[in-house]
């Protein structure tokens, strides 16, 4: 997979793509990033990338002119013609004003040969770049940074994640917060509880009494089926407390409507 940055700011990234994950996937060769200076494709004394908007207003936007010029030099070329040439690229504009990025967009973005992430600027970016150069304009919150250096960031981490071979426990990735995709079950009980969409159940290790909190006596019982429950009931009463929204959208067995009733009735998992 090949991910391209275009920003004011490359030096801004040498940080977070050196370590960790990132780090590994690009020396293991499953992944490739390179990061663009917007400022190289801008051509007058002062490498100008931003021009005041028509029609007034504060703050300065960022011209489509080095955008494009930089885009098309990769050789992505217009949204139109890759929609004629049927690549799978993608070409993404972080945004204040975009969809906002979740789990599912970034398994969607994993399976792309090729994703381009500009970086637009706090104030905005030309509408023409938006329009006629990329194919997604996404968010990663409902907040506004300075720029989309951070979401770049966030996105590539997000997506590396779901390389194969990027992560040593591939199957840990389909047991997180966020993920709706549930592989088939093993044989036998499984002591496991991919989300589902929903937060991830809490966890926890040895000392199994550290400073008077103890571990819940389920999870050393052995008993595997037991310990679903449990964790099922757990993740589902997180969802219900810190991200009630997520339950609108996720699909509740027999079982799940009887734990989260007693979630609601306030009836404690451990």
């Given at each position: ?136 304009e996404l968010s990663i919150g409902d907040y506004v940074l ?125």
């Amino acid at each position: 997979m090949q991910i391209d940055i275009v920003t004011i700011f490359p030096d801004f990234f040498r940080g977070p793509l050196d370590y960790g994950i990132i780090r590994r996937a690009q020396e293991a060769g499953l992944m490739t990033i390179a990061v663009h200076d917007l400022r190289g494709f801008a051509h007058d004394r002062h490498r100008t990338v931003d021009d005041r908007p028509f029609g007034g207003g504060e703050g300065m936007v960022l011209k489509p002119e080095p955008i494009f010029e930089c885009v098309e030099g990769l050789g992505l070329g217009s949204r139109q013609e890759r929609i004629a040439r049927r690549t799978n690229q993608s070409v993404v504009l972080l945004s204040a004003q975009g969809k906002k990025f979740d789990q599912s967009m970034a398994a969607e973005l994993v399976h792309l040969e090729r994703v381009v992430l500009i970086c637009g600027r706090y104030e905005g970016v030309d509408e023409r770049v938006g329009r006629f150069l990329a194919d997604r304009e996404l968010s990663i919150g409902d907040y506004v940074l300075s720029g989309g250096e951070l979401g770049a960031s966030v996105i590539v981490d997000c997506v590396t994640r779901l390389i194969p071979g990027a992560v040593g426990n591939e199957a840990s990735t389909q047991q997180e917060s966020f993920t709706k995709r549930v592989r088939a079950a093993a044989k036998g009980p499984d002591s496991t509880c991919v989300s589902g969409g929903l937060l991830d159940y809490p966890h926890y290790t040895r000392p199994a009494d550290f400073r008077g909190m103890t571990v819940p006596e389920i999870l050393a019982s052995g008993n595997h089926d037991e310990i679903r429950r449990w964790r099922r009931q757990a993740a589902l009463e997180k969802t219900l407390q810190n991200r009630p929204d997520l339950l609108q959208d996720t699909r509740l067995s027999k079982e799940d409507a009887d734990l989260l009733a007693k979630a609601k009735s306030g009836e404690n998992s451990g």
